[in-house]
T-cell receptor, first 112, second 115 residues
Framework: QKEVEQDPGPLSVPEGAIVSLNCTYS??????FMWYRQYSRKGPELLMY????GNKEDGRFTAQVDKSSKYISLFIRDSQPSDSATYLC????????????FGTGTRLTVIP | DAGVIQSPRHEVTEMGQEVTLRCKPI?????LFWYRQTMMRGLELLIY????????DSGMPEDRFSAKMPNASFSTLKIQPSEPRDSAVYFC???FGQGGNQPQHFGDGTRLSIL
């Protein structure tokens, strides 16, 4: 079993829809949780960053972390065609090596 | 500010050849990471450096892979000899310091094809 599981999709939604992306993980040592957005033929770009449990909002994006369930989510409100990309969750332990553990990514298409 | 710069962007070569990928981290960042991305396995950490010193190379797949960081502004990942299964996109990332509160910033990758 991989340490981070993410549904690869693909996911297609109409413009304006609310998108929900999710990851589960197995290692309770993870304390830092991130979402990266990756456009085709580009590198991953940090989108959201949270520490421990709770919510974080940035514009149309909301990240949620539920450590008791080992479950993280990214919500995109009023989705736009420019949101079409692959979204990768990533997480890191609080101590020790500086390794990021990535999900495999969910490919999202927002249809105009 | 310039981001992480990788070169070349694309590399096509025949199996058995030596391949060298290059990375210039963001100025002031002292941690550098090399990743490999494939459809099957996603993003995998190969090796990371802190203050130019390799800290964890457990992700390096075989002895054919080697990485160096001779100074704070340059790193190389070398594959010798290359094999078709090495075909992937290789990313370099950098961050300031160690620890989870220092997010990593990625370059745009080198797309490697071994024929």
């Amino acid at each position: 079993q991989k340490e981070v599981e993410q549904d690869p999709g693909p996911l297609s939604v109409p413009e304006g829809a609310i998108v929900s992306l999710n990851c589960t993980y197995s290692n309770s040592a993870f304390q830092y949780f991130m979402w990266y957005r990756q456009y085709s033929r580009k590198g991953p770009e940090l989108l959201m960053y949270t520490y421990s449990s709770g919510n974080k909002e940035d514009g149309r994006f909301t990240a949620q972390v539920d450590k008791s369930s080992k479950y993280i989510s990214l919500f995109i409100r009023d989705s736009q065609p420019s949101d079409s990309a692959t979204y990768l969750c990533a997480m890191m332990k609080a101590t020790g090596a500086n390794n990021l553990f990535f999900g495999t990514g969910t490919r999202l298409t927002v249809i105009p | 500010d310039a981001g992480v710069i990788q070169s070349p962007r694309h590399e096509v070569t025949e199996m058995g050849q030596e391949v060298t990928l290059r990375c210039k981290p963001i100025s002031g960042h002292n941690s550098l990471f090399w990743y490999r991305q494939t459809m099957m396995r996603g993003l995998e950490l190969l090796i990371y450096f802190n203050n130019n010193v390799p800290i964890d190379d457990s992700g390096m797949p075989e002895d054919r892979f080697s990485a160096k960081m001779p100074n704070a502004s340059f790193s190389t990942l070398k594959i010798q000899p290359s094999e078709p299964r090495d075909s992937a996109v290789y990313f370099c990332a950098s961050s300031f310091g160690q620890g989870g509160n220092q997010p990593q910033h990625f370059g745009d990758g080198t797309r490697l094809s071994i024929l």
